[in-house]
């Protein structure tokens, strides 16, 4: 049996990785239990993935997916691979038009007919949607969605990045500290087979009550990573980017961390093409246009949602900001965009 570090807050998806391995460790070459892992956009997967990778260096292939696949050249490639195949982006092989599920359907059909392993991953909104067309979920008997981070993995996970000590600095007027706040822990429950972030209270200690410097500068880091991560919704890549955003000068103030408003008004087919660019993580003006109706102005959209800080553009793509993840991603399921 695989056991996790417990022991090792740096590392992400500890549990995730030991249920992966475990289905690894008792594939046998036949009737093999394909895998799912499903998440948000930016909050780690790919990390796992390498985890996975380094474990297995001369049994598992790579064929990660970056844009949308046109052809199915990818199969051959598949067919030649080793016995586990690990395969990244898999959202990138259906497109929301008309006959664009080609790709996703020539992929699923060769792993119901392949004694391979595949370990893939998928965009959590592109899931939704796909499995409520297409019943994904019948194709992955394992499936894994990756949970919330918690606060000590976080902090843990941003500060071994520096070889320098870094000042935090809680400079919150004293009335509007809160002594009571709610964070979220991983907690395992009988009917789930991943373990579930719940609201947990935490209390912290009164402001100056110990007189300990060194004790007042602690409650100050973990008073910010705690803000970070309550913003970030336990997302690791929303909140390296709120972090980042908030370092200056090897200084973190508890006043430069964004209190990440959220206001959204969008037409409908600003709304579409906004699920769209959610869904994929990352997608080409061409494709845009390719999966818009002829009566919606791709640039005129993409300016709008630019000009409302919703997305940005990167390597010639189109993606959602990060810090703007759970506002986007709130008001489109609100709507019924995604879900």
Known sequence: MVEADAGTPGTLFEREVVRIREAIDGYTGESPAHIAVIAEPFAGQSMLMQQIIRFYPHRVTHLPFYSVVRNTGFLDTMRRTEDIVLVEGCHFLALRRIGGFAMLDAFLELLSTSEKLFITGWNGFAWSYLNAVTRLEEH????????????????????????????????????????????????????????????WPKIAPRPGASGDATETAGAAEDAIFDRINRIALGNYGVALRIWERSL???????????????????????????????????????????????????????????VQGLIEEERDSYRVKPEALHCVSAYLQKIRMVW
């Open 140 to 199: 992955f008997p394992v499936a894994i969605r990756l949970p919330p981070i918690e606060n000590a993995t976080l902090k843990a996970m941003i500060l071994s990045q520096y070889d320098r000590p870094i000042l935090f600095v809680d400079d919150t007027p004293p009335q509007e500290k809160r002594r009571f706040s709610i964070e979220r822990r991983l907690v395992d429950l009988p009917f789930s087979d991943s373990p579930v972030a719940l609201p």
């Open 248 to 306: 200056e000068s090897d200084t973190v103030r508890m006043s430069s961390i964004p209190a990440n408003p959220c206001t959204v008004s969008l037409t409908i087919d600003e709304a579409f093409l906004l699920a769209v660019i959610l869904s994929m993580e990352s997608i080409s003006f061409g494709d845009l246009e390719e999966i818009a109706h002829t009566d919606i102005d791709v640039r005129q959209v993409l300016y709008r949602l630019r």
